[in-house]
């Protein structure tokens, strides 16, 4: 593993990339450049870029007009306030009308901080992939967030993308890793169990996964980067070959990846599964580290789980 | 010399039409569609640079109905236009039909933003304004709100923001026929004073009747005008208008005419069909 960054910071380089390479870019902020990084781009290409105030639901509302007149809009706030507070305006003016706005949420999860509960974002994954059309998007580093923002930028329609406050490992090599919407990516091999992770607890999937082997438990590691559309195939197929699985996610256990995957699970090849993430509970404010102790968003908690699950495996 | 007699006859087809196809659907928003009828018959038969034959042109005028449950009048004025064919008219909100209840964007041809939840088709107007400018187009985008709507808080963010961004393409109407569904405005949440509202809001605003085909064409005139600033033509209108037991009457904001009130209705603006 090499430095930490990060991704709302990858967000930002990558956002300055796509705007040069394509000239209908534009970036829309609602009073948090400096904070979501689209401060470089607005610096950068003035004017393609607009800050609608404090105004999510008009931050929307706008990028859907500016994508029915053939403009890509990255439209960025917290993912509380885009995910929350304009839930309707992105089921409507983006899903419904399929256009091409690229909802790219910072902040996102108990990672915030100390910002407290009301800016902890547990709930935006459930929110979005329940509605159609939806893409849904939470990169696990820095790296994955620059070529999931180029991807997208050649994806037609409109995509979630849930980034994070704090700097995160980077577990990806920037030279040779490839990018597909809806592919997840196999991090590690194993046989006895499945971890499927996606953000920032990717990372502490592959630390699990070490603590873990030193006991003698070979675990698989799956990247799913892609919660909507989520790999079907990949999931079906790993569950049949280890015959259990632990999610993890730094989101509410209601609605998030692991409901996803045990979607899948259950109608492919049903197993033993447990899930990581927080335990529909509200957070609180503290340091990111401190609380993902706390909320038992840790590596070890992975590592725990997978032994509570290998108990229940046939 | 704009021809106010063929105007006139246009506004009384599409008045018509919202009549045949609310009563053929059995559902749907008669009040609120008449009186819209004049305002959208001279934009898209009067003002509005747009192409039946090419509805993407890229260089096109815009209209955005943010009130879309008051689709039957934007149907009425796209298939009279020559959008689509004037069957069409008769599927309205039926199963596996391209008209839906509220405008849908991705079905029909003309319809430029999917609307019918307030607020939002007014926010998409100011985006496509925002594209114009990009592109130092000279398109021009109107769009439509119901005076109930402005009890939706976008509609002042976007309000803000329009006249920050000094919006002077834009040009949007409000169908002030005092009513909503529970009542007239000013029992169920007071909107007045709209004019003083928009105005404090930075906005140009005219204040028109809005049954007055010239004063409709006047007002856009002098919102095209009007530079660094969006304008707001407040139309005074009569929901219901040209059915006498629909005028003013907050019972028709919501019912479909059954066959018997169809047949008045289509009598008094010209004989049955």
Request: with cysteine.
């Amino acid at each position: 593993m090499t430095k930490a960054v990060a991704t709302r910071d990858a967000y930002g380089e990558a956002l300055l990339e796509v705007g040069k390479k394509y000239d209908n870019v534009v970036v829309l902020d609602a009073d948090l450049s400096k904070s979501t990084k689209t401060y470089d781009f607005s610096k950068t290409y003035p004017e393609r870029f607009f800050n609608v105030g404090i105004a999510e639901q008009n931050l929307i509302g706008i990028s859907a007009g500016l994508a029915a007149s053939g403009k890509i809009p990255f439209a960025s706030t917290f993912a509380m306030f885009a995910s929350g507070r304009a839930f309707e305006i992105i089921r409507n003016s983006l899903a419904y009308p399929k256009l091409n706005v690229k909802v790219c949420a910072t902040h996102a999860g108990i990672t915030v901080g100390e910002d407290g509960a009301s800016h902890q974002s547990l709930e935006d994954i459930a929110c979005m992939r329940a509605i159609p059309n939806m893409t849904v998007i939470v990169p696990a580093d820095g790296v994955e967030t620059k070529a999931a923002i180029h991807a997208i930028a050649e994806y037609h329609g409109p995509v979630y993308v849930r980034l994070g406050r704090s700097a995160v490992p980077t577990i990806n090599d920037e030279n040779s890793y490839k990018f597909e919407i809806g592919k997840g990516v196999v991090l590690k091999e194993g046989k006895d169990v499945t971890i499927v992770a996606t953000g920032i607890m990717v990372s502490k999937a592959l630390e699990a996964a070490e603590a873990l082997a030193a006991e003698g438990i070979n675990a698989e590691v799956v990247n799913i980067h892609t919660i909507k559309p989520i790999d079907k195939e990949l999931i079906a197929a790993t569950a049949k070959k280890t015959g259990a699985i632990v999610t993890a996610e730094e989101h509410n256990v209601v609605g998030g990846l692991g409901s996803a995957v045990a979607e899948v699970v259950v109608e492919s090849s049903p197993v033993p599964m447990r899930k990581v993430g927080t335990m529909d509970t509200f957070g609180e404010s503290g340091k990111p580290e401190e609380l993902l102790t706390k909320y038992n968003l840790t590596a070890a908690a992975i590592a725990e789980a997978v032994r509570e699950v290998l108990k229940q495996k046939k | 010399m704009v021809d106010y007699k063929a105007l006139q006859d246009i506004a009384t087809t599409i008045r018509r039409d919202i009549i045949e196809m609310l009563h053929a659907a059995g559902s749907g928003h008669p009040g609120g569609s008449l009186s819209a009828a004049d305002i959208l018959t001279v934009l898209y038969f009067h003002e509005m640079k747009i192409d039946p034959q090419n509805p993407k042109w890229e260089d096109r005028d815009r209209f955005v109905l943010s009130k879309g449950h008051a689709a039957p009048v934007l149907y009425a004025a796209l298939a009279e236009k020559g959008f689509f064919p004037k069957a069409e008219l008769g599927k309205l909100r039926k199963v596996d039909a391209m008209l839906q209840g509220h405008p849908d964007m991705k079905g029909t041809p003309g319809v430029e933003m999917s609307t019918g939840s307030l607020g939002q088709g007014f926010s998409a107007s100011l985006g496509m304004a925002l594209a114009a400018k990009l592109d130092h187009k000279a398109s021009r985008v109107y769009t439509l709100l119901g005076d109930g709507e402005l009890q939706e808080g976008l509609v002042w963010e976007a309000a803000m923001a329009a006249a920050h961004f000094k919006l002077d393409n834009l040009t949007a109407f409000i169908d002030l026929n005092g009513l909503q569904i529970d009542g007239p405005n000013e029992v169920v949440m007071g909107v007045a004073p709209v004019a003083d509202k928009f105005r404090a809001f930075g906005w140009h605003v005219v204040e028109i009747d809005g049954h007055k085909l010239e004063e409709i064409v006047a007002a856009i005139e002098k919102a095209k005008e009007t530079k660094l600033k969006p304008t707001l033509i407040l139309a005074h209108t009569v929901k219901g208008k040209g059915v006498s037991f629909m005028e003013n009457a907050v019972g028709w904001h919501g019912n479909a005419p059954k066959k018997e009130d169809a047949d008045k209705a289509l009598a008094e603006l010209g004989g049955a069909r």
